[in-house]
């Protein structure tokens, strides 16, 4: 037990001191935000970056032109309509001063075509800003025109925006259940599950790999057993992912308690509430719901499962990497071994998110007890609830078979570990299994 | 009593017999040579005795006892193919090793500092081991063998890749280590180290023990009676007592091969009545004649066999 202690804080250490973890720890929550980010600041430096176009607005109307307001990208001028009699004329006139017109056609009302003409292209920015303007305006219009007292109001109380809530009979009574807040909760576990396993199932192959081309593994096997050296590989390498997580975790909450207090800050002067503000209070029926929805999730099940799922599904994917990685002499030879695992493994992912739309499918059932798929897929279908007898069949199975593979996997690793020259084939792997 | 005793070790891998039957007794407190050419099965026993793998059939005994994996901390291994954590301080890696061998943390600290003095290696505790020349490497590779001061040290070609003041100064610590008590197994192709360490040899050719006994007796039962002879005379033939071997080219003495059953004080006065002797030598062969000519022999009746 001892010497497992000693290998285990080794390889923690090994990886834990290095620069690429702190790099890694610290940097692929800024590169998430940076991706993140990058539309929006592409579109910024977009509109930064051109200069204002000047738009003719020929309102053959006249009754629309003053829908189109001018911002920093548009300048739209109205030009009445009946002073124009050829538009091309009207623009080659302008002498490059232009650069669109808009003609709103005198039959708008019946037909709804408004063109836009230019040498130059006209970009979908700028037809879909025409189009969100005109189309309000013309309704609104339309509307008036029907002479009907009081319509607006009429017509805001007939609209209403379905809200669609979800009731389950559980044995706690009835309990508002959950589909979008449980879809996001099952999407990020099995996200979190698939991640974390393929991320540190590379590193202890990589660390197996190093460990046999500097052949310093011989040295150490004759101080240990080879299965302690692999184990705690194993167990070194998960504890820096927790560690990991812990740290961000850590991160997140500092963000968002950070960011929590900025917001109701912003929001505390309730006497001077914006207009923009007012709209968003119609929201928050939709907000509150989803965070009804997220506080009725059943979380100490979930967080035990999603542990046994973890832990079982990294201990059955690990000792393969490391069982494959032992049968290798150097990262580049390792791909033959690894595709089909990898495979598997995004398998199980897309499976995961095809079973979203029916958690309890035939699909899901199997795939969710199936222990290679099992790990990624019963985390989706956690939240929406699972019957007992498969989450057992599926946890013990998981179990079985991830010990299974510790032990072929110690069996290959031991052999593999000491095996230089010839590359390996299947057909060897299962020679050193028998 | 022998240390370390092997007795009749088999191992048997998919296609072929690595080790059949193999015998092997390393007294107390000496140097033993292990012999062989490259896939005699030395690796493969080495591993054995270290438990590294297990043997499919015979007995390892240490100290009387069975061995158990608990022996493995009274054993010190250098293989042929050594490496070392580049990204470790040298510090680090030294203790880490003797740790796992079952050393406490502060004995480790003290024994690393104490070798890493006589090394001259004292200023690079700290520093990250790929920055180390690859001669420091091997020191500390040596180091990391015997801190735990093991009884039973096992070296696999421990000169390869030392330049020739390193590899006396290795060679100074392992004598110094056998005068403190330790047994010392050493397994090599170079035979001049053989002569200049061991003191009983075994062979191992095609998994199996071809010879075996002290370096002494080895030559004596493999020497040619032959005879340097120095004299400012030319000595002509004289088939009934000795024939004439062609001069040795370094020392350009004469030398003579004794006929069957000729003994050398006759061959002696004969000469001495004849010619005018300065000096006579009896010339044993050197391991490496010895090596040569038993897996060559061997090689030979395997092939007659067939």
Same mark, same amino acid.
């Given at each position: 037990?001892?010497?497992?202690?000693?290998?285990?804080?080794?390889?923690?250490?090994?990886?834990?001191?290095?620069?690429?973890?702190?790099?890694?720890?610290?940097?692929?929550?800024?590169?998430?935000?940076?991706?993140?980010?990058?539309?929006?600041?592409?579109?910024?430096?977009?509109?930064?970056?051109?200069?204002?176009?000047?738009?003719?607005?020929?309102?053959?109307?006249?009754?629309?032109?003053?829908?189109?307001?001018?911002?920093?990208?548009?300048?739209?001028?109205?030009?009445?309509?009946?002073?124009?009699?050829?538009?091309?004329?009207?623009?080659?006139?302008?002498?490059?001063?232009?650069?669109?017109?808009?003609?709103?056609? @005198?039959?708008?009302?019946?037909?709804?075509?408004?063109?836009?003409?230019?040498?130059?292209?006209?970009?979908?920015?700028?037809?879909?800003?025409?189009?969100?303007?005109?189309?309000?305006?013309?309704?609104?219009?339309?509307?008036?025109?029907?002479?009907?007292?009081?319509?607006?109001?009429?017509?805001?109380?007939?609209?209403?925006?379905?809200?669609?809530?979800?009731?389950?009979?559980?044995?706690?009574?009835?309990?508002?259940?959950?589909?979008?807040?449980?879809?996001?909760?099952?999407?990020?576990?099995?996200?979190?599950?698939?991640?974390?396993?393929?991320?540190?199932?590379?590193?202890?192959?990589?660390?197996?790999?190093?460990?046999?081309?500097?052949?310093?593994?011989?040295?150490?096997?004759?101080?240990?057993?080879?299965? &302690?050296?692999?184990?705690?590989?194993?167990?070194?390498?998960?504890?820096?992912?927790?560690?990991?997580?812990?740290?961000?975790?850590?991160?997140?909450?500092?963000?968002?308690?950070?960011?929590?207090?900025?917001?109701?800050?912003?929001?505390?002067?309730?006497?001077?509430?914006?207009?923009?503000?007012?709209?968003?209070?119609?929201?928050?029926?939709?907000?509150?719901?989803?965070?009804?929805?997220?506080?009725?999730?059943?979380?100490?099940?979930?967080?035990?499962?999603?542990?046994?799922?973890?832990?079982?599904?990294?201990?059955?994917?690990?000792?393969?990497?490391?069982?494959?990685?032992?049968?290798?002499?150097?990262?580049?030879?390792?791909?033959?071994?690894?595709?089909?695992?990898?495979?598997?493994?995004?398998?199980?992912?897309?499976?995961?998110?095809?079973?979203?739309?029916?958690?309890?499918?035939?699909?899901?059932?199997?795939?969710?007890?199936?222990?290679?798929?099992?790990?990624?897929?019963?985390?989706?279908?956690?939240?929406?609830?699972?019957?007992?007898?498969?989450?057992?069949?599926?946890?013990?199975?998981?179990?079985?078979?991830?010990?299974?593979?510790?032990?072929?996997?110690?069996?290959?690793?031991?052999?593999?570990?000491?095996?230089?020259?010839?590359?390996?084939?299947?057909?060897?792997?299962?020679?050193?299994?028998? | 009593?022998?240390?370390?005793?092997?007795?009749?070790?088999?191992?048997?891998?998919?296609?072929?017999?690595?080790?059949?039957?193999?015998?092997?007794?390393?007294?107390?407190?000496?140097?033993?040579?292990?012999?062989?050419?490259?896939?005699?099965?030395?690796?493969?026993?080495?591993?054995?005795?270290?438990?590294?793998?297990?043997?499919?059939?015979?007995?390892?005994?240490?100290?009387?006892?069975?061995?158990?994996?608990?022996?493995?901390?009274?054993?010190?291994?250098?293989?042929?193919? @050594?490496?070392?954590?580049?990204?470790?301080?040298?510090?680090?890696?030294?203790?880490?090793?003797?740790?796992?061998?079952?050393?406490?943390?502060?004995?480790?600290?003290?024994?690393?500092?104490?070798?890493?003095?006589?090394?001259?290696?004292?200023?690079?505790?700290?520093?990250?081991?790929?920055?180390?020349?690859?001669?420091?490497? &091997?020191?500390?590779?040596?180091?990391?063998?015997?801190?735990?001061?093991?009884?039973?040290?096992?070296?696999?070609?421990?000169?390869?890749?030392?330049?020739?003041?390193?590899?006396?100064?290795?060679?100074?610590?392992?004598?110094?280590? @056998?005068?403190?008590?330790?047994?010392?197994?050493?397994?090599?192709?170079?035979?001049?180290?053989?002569?200049?360490?061991?003191? &009983?040899?075994?062979?191992?050719?095609?998994?199996?023990?071809?010879?075996?006994?002290?370096?002494?007796?080895?030559?004596?039962?493999?020497?040619?009676?032959?005879?340097?002879?120095?004299?400012?005379?030319?000595?002509?033939?004289?088939?009934?007592?000795?024939?004439?071997?062609?001069?040795?080219?370094?020392? @350009?003495?004469?030398?003579?091969?004794?006929?069957?059953?000729?003994?050398?004080?006759?061959?002696?006065?004969?000469?001495?009545?004849?010619?005018?002797?300065?000096?006579?030598?009896?010339?044993?062969?050197?391991?490496?004649?010895?090596?040569?000519?038993?897996?060559?022999?061997?090689?030979?009746?395997?092939?007659?066999?067939?």
């Amino acid at each position: 037990m001892n010497k497992l202690r000693l290998i285990i804080a080794r390889e923690y250490m090994s990886i834990v001191g290095r620069k690429s973890f702190i790099f890694m720890t610290i940097g692929l929550p800024l590169l998430f935000i940076l991706v993140a980010a990058v539309p929006a600041i592409l579109a910024y430096f977009n509109d930064k970056g051109s200069d204002t176009q000047q738009i003719a607005v020929i309102d053959e109307t006249g009754r629309y032109a003053a829908a189109l307001h001018s911002d920093d990208m548009y300048n739209f001028v109205a030009v009445r309509g009946d002073t124009v009699t050829n538009a091309r004329e009207f623009y080659d006139k302008a002498g490059g001063g232009l650069d669109a017109i808009v003609i709103i056609p @005198r039959n708008v009302d019946s037909t709804g075509v408004v063109n836009i003409f230019s040498e130059g292209t006209i970009t979908p920015a700028l037809a879909s800003t025409v189009r969100s303007a005109l189309t309000d305006t013309i309704e609104n219009a339309h509307l008036a025109d029907m002479g009907i007292p009081n319509l607006q109001e009429m017509i805001d109380k007939a609209h209403v925006d379905v809200d669609v809530r979800s009731i389950k009979w559980s044995e706690q009574g009835e309990q508002e259940s959950s589909t979008d807040a449980a879809m996001g909760l099952g999407l990020l576990l099995s996200f979190i599950t698939y991640m974390f396993v393929l991320m540190y199932g590379a590193m202890i192959m990589t660390s197996v790999i190093e460990e046999k081309t500097n052949r310093i593994v011989e040295v150490v096997v004759s101080s240990c057993r080879p299965f &302690q050296l692999m184990l705690g590989k194993i167990i070194g390498v998960g504890l820096v992912g927790l560690t990991q997580m812990a740290i961000w975790i850590a991160l997140l909450a500092i963000v968002g308690t950070i960011a929590g207090s900025v917001l109701g800050i912003s929001s505390m002067p309730t006497d001077a509430i914006s207009a923009e503000q007012m709209a968003s209070a119609a929201d928050m029926g939709a907000i509150e719901s989803i965070m009804r929805q997220t506080l009725s999730i059943n979380y100490g099940p979930i967080i035990l499962n999603f542990v046994l799922y973890f832990i079982g599904g990294y201990l059955l994917y690990s000792s393969l990497f490391a069982g494959l990685g032992s049968a290798v002499d150097q990262a580049s030879d390792s791909s033959q071994f690894t595709t089909p695992v990898i495979l598997i493994m995004i398998i199980a992912l897309y499976a995961g998110i095809a079973c979203m739309d029916n958690p309890s499918g035939p699909m899901a059932v199997w795939c969710s007890i199936i222990p290679f798929t099992s790990p990624v897929v019963m985390m989706v279908r956690l939240p929406f609830g699972v019957p007992t007898w498969q989450l057992l069949l599926s946890i013990g199975l998981l179990f079985a078979t991830a010990l299974a593979i510790v032990w072929i996997a110690a069996r290959i690793y031991r052999r593999g570990i000491l095996h230089y020259g010839q590359k390996t084939s299947f057909g060897t792997l299962f020679k050193w299994i028998k | 009593m022998a240390y370390l005793d092997i007795n009749n070790v088999v191992k048997r891998y998919d296609g072929h017999t690595a080790l059949a039957g193999v015998s092997m007794q390393v007294p107390e407190g000496c140097i033993y040579g292990l012999l062989g050419p490259n896939g005699a099965g030395k690796s493969t026993l080495i591993r054995i005795i270290n438990r590294i793998i297990a043997a499919d059939e015979g007995t390892v005994t240490l100290g009387g006892k069975a061995m158990t994996d608990d022996d493995i901390t009274r054993i010190g291994y250098l293989p042929e193919e @050594r490496g070392l954590y580049k990204k470790m301080k040298v510090g680090d890696h030294i203790v880490y090793l003797g740790r796992l061998k079952g050393m406490t943390k502060a004995d480790a600290v003290a024994s690393m500092r104490w070798w890493l003095k006589r090394f001259d290696l004292q200023g690079w505790e700290n520093k990250k081991v790929e920055a180390l020349s690859k001669g420091m490497q &091997q020191k500390v590779q040596f180091i990391a063998t015997v801190i735990h001061r093991p009884p039973l040290l096992i070296f696999d070609e421990p000169f390869s890749g030392f330049d020739p003041v390193n590899a006396e100064q290795l060679k100074v610590e392992i004598l110094a280590l @056998r005068d403190q008590g330790s047994t010392i197994l050493f397994s090599t192709h170079n035979m001049a180290s053989v002569e200049e360490v061991c003191q &009983q040899i075994t062979l191992l050719n095609h998994s199996q023990v071809v010879l075996s006994g002290s370096v002494d007796e080895v030559k004596q039962q493999h020497k040619k009676n032959i005879i340097a002879v120095q004299t400012p005379d030319t000595i002509e033939p004289n088939d009934a007592l000795f024939t004439l071997l062609p001069p040795d080219p370094v020392v @350009r003495d004469t030398r003579i091969m004794l006929a069957k059953g000729v003994l050398v004080r006759d061959a002696i006065a004969w000469l001495n009545d004849h010619y005018l002797l300065t000096g006579f030598t009896e010339v044993l062969p050197s391991m490496n004649e010895i090596f040569i000519e038993t897996v060559k022999s061997q090689s030979n009746t395997l092939q007659s066999n067939e």
